[in-house]
């Protein structure tokens, strides 16, 4: 049972490689909970759901309920924890203990809890989660203005370093990766490949994860190869 933090610069692909790596571990035997505060429902969106009030992370926050019952569930071993589809925006009224209350419910709940950290380090969902986070996966990829998220977080960044795994999460090919890895001195443990219908996957509701072809099966087998990462 452990709790991994997804987190990286805006437009890194951090959502994605959440929801991906959620799906894939839930197509073996272990449950698995994605927690994910993103606005404008995004997570919503990827899943092709409509995720209501009483399902969704705020209703787990308010802890009037067990954490089962305010969960989406998306298949017999995934769950999710997000925005409702109602709501354009994160309430942050939430404490401190609310936050913790609910990763240590979580943690105890499932056998992996991933959380897709918003970018602020100062955000309570991000830095509680960070916080208790077993392991870090640190997303690499997106724009050039990733650089400047990596130099303004140092102090952040090595805060957890020692339990970060590095992420050539690849969303674009407009950019010369190995270039880019090369500014953040940091070469990733694992590459997700980038796929050229992602966008048209996504929109449809479908899964990058377990996608025919040589492209889907490349991304299939990164997502698979950073599983057995996380496990070792």
Not at 109 to 129: E, G, K, M, R, Y
Not at 200 to 208: A, C, K, P, T, Y
């Amino acid at each position: 049972m452990s709790i991994c933090a997804i987190w990286g610069a805006p437009q890194s692909g951090k959502t994605t490689l959440a929801l991906n790596l959620a799906y894939g571990i839930s197509r073996g035997d272990k449950t698995v909970c994605l927690i994910s505060p993103v606005e404008y429902s995004e997570l919503s969106a990827l899943l092709g759901v409509k995720i209501p009030e009483e399902q969704s992370l705020g209703a787990a926050l308010k802890g009037s309920a067990g954490i089962r019952q305010t969960m989406f569930r998306v298949d017999e071993l995934f769950y999710v924890l997000a925005m409702p589809v109602s709501a354009d925006a994160f309430n942050s009224d939430c404490s401190d203990e609310q936050i913790k209350r609910l990763l240590d419910l979580a943690r105890l709940t499932f056998d992996f809890v991933l959380v897709d950290c918003p970018s602020q380090p100062d955000n309570l969902i991000a830095a509680w989660s960070l916080n208790k986070a077993d392991q870090v996966l640190l997303c690499m990829g997106g724009p050039v203005s990733c650089v400047m998220w990596h130099r303004a977080n140092k102090k952040a960044l090595r805060a957890v370093q020692s339990k970060t795994v590095c992420v050539g999460s690849e969303v674009t090919q407009a950019l010369d990766s190995t270039k880019l890895y090369r500014l953040l001195k940091c070469a990733p443990e694992i590459r997700i490949p980038y796929m050229e219908n992602a966008a048209l996957l996504q929109s449809e509701g479908r899964f990058l994860f377990g996608q025919s072809g040589k492209k889907g099966r490349a991304y299939t087998s990164a997502i698979n190869q950073l599983y057995g990462v996380m496990q070792s």
